[in-house]
T-cell receptor
Framework: KAGVTQTPRYLIKTRGQQVTLSCSPISGHRSVSWYQQTPGQGLQFLFEYFSETQRNKGNFPGRFSGRQFSNSRSEMNVSTLELGDSALYLC???????????FGPGTRLTVL | AQSVTQLGSHVSVSEGALVLLRCNYSSSVPPYLFWYVQYPNQGLQLLLKYTSAATLVKGINGFEAEFKKSETSFHLTKPSAHMSDAAEYFCAVTGGYGNKLVFGAGTILRVKS
């Protein structure tokens, strides 16, 4: 069974631009969560989607948004990029009622 | 609310020595606890999990962890370190399925030959 895939793996943007990251969960997994990883703040929860609905949200500004499609694939969008948004963005999927999250390889975003 | 504290941002052991990575948690509900490992430029891989069954949990690659409610701890151990164990390790807690994972700051394990 294929694992969680994330595209693109690397992105370079400039301040003020917007970016969209994509995540395809493991087949059959309906929950998708997003995390931001930075050297200063560590791993922080962004949001979770389940059956196309946002079920949990972390403490990030409204510039960070996401959505989930009917096939469980998810996208996250960051608008008006700031230098501090440079990070590794990790996506994780889990089964409905599952207690284990499976992580993708991440998308490394660099904001110049 | 949940939180995790990992004692020691860097741990160095000799190859063949015991590995002990410390994790203490705080949770207002019965916790689910996890240890993940991250190799450079990769995502997180689950080593093991505690979900209210046996308090001694065995994971992959010879790692195990013991849940101690009285000490609010979930320390990760491995009897004999291997060079391939060098990575960053994260302890995480959640209140159950469908809830966000709250991670500790991570511990970088260095294995000396």
């Amino acid at each position: 069974k294929a694992g969680v895939t994330q595209t693109p793996r690397y992105l370079i943007k400039t301040r003020g631009q917007q970016v969209t990251l994509s995540c395809s969960p493991i087949s059959g997994h309906r929950s998708v969560s997003w995390y931001q990883q930075t050297p200063g703040q560590g791993l922080q929860f962004l949001f979770e989607y389940f059956s196309e609905t946002q079920r949990n949200k972390g403490n990030f500004p409204g510039r960070f948004s996401g959505r989930q499609f009917s096939n469980s694939r998810s996208e996250m969008n960051v608008s008006t990029l700031e230098l501090g948004d440079s990070a590794l963005y990790l996506c994780a999927s889990s089964l409905e009622g599952g207690d284990e999250q499976f992580f993708g390889p991440g998308t490394r975003l660099t904001v110049l | 609310a949940q939180s995790v504290t990992q004692l020691g941002s860097h741990v160095s052991v000799s190859e063949g020595a015991l590995v002990l990575l410390r994790c203490n948690y705080s949770s207002s509900v019965p916790p689910y606890l996890f240890w993940y490992v991250q190799y450079p430029n990769q995502g997180l891989q689950l080593l093991l999990k505690y979900t209210s069954a046996a308090t001694l949990v065995k994971g992959i690659n010879g790692f195990e962890a013991e849940f101690k409610k009285s000490e609010t701890s979930f320390h990760l151990t491995k009897p004999s370190a291997h060079m391939s164990d060098a990575a960053e390790y994260f302890c995480a807690v959640t209140g159950g399925y469908g809830n966000k994972l709250v991670f500790g700051a991570g511990t970088i394990l260095r294995v000396k030959s």
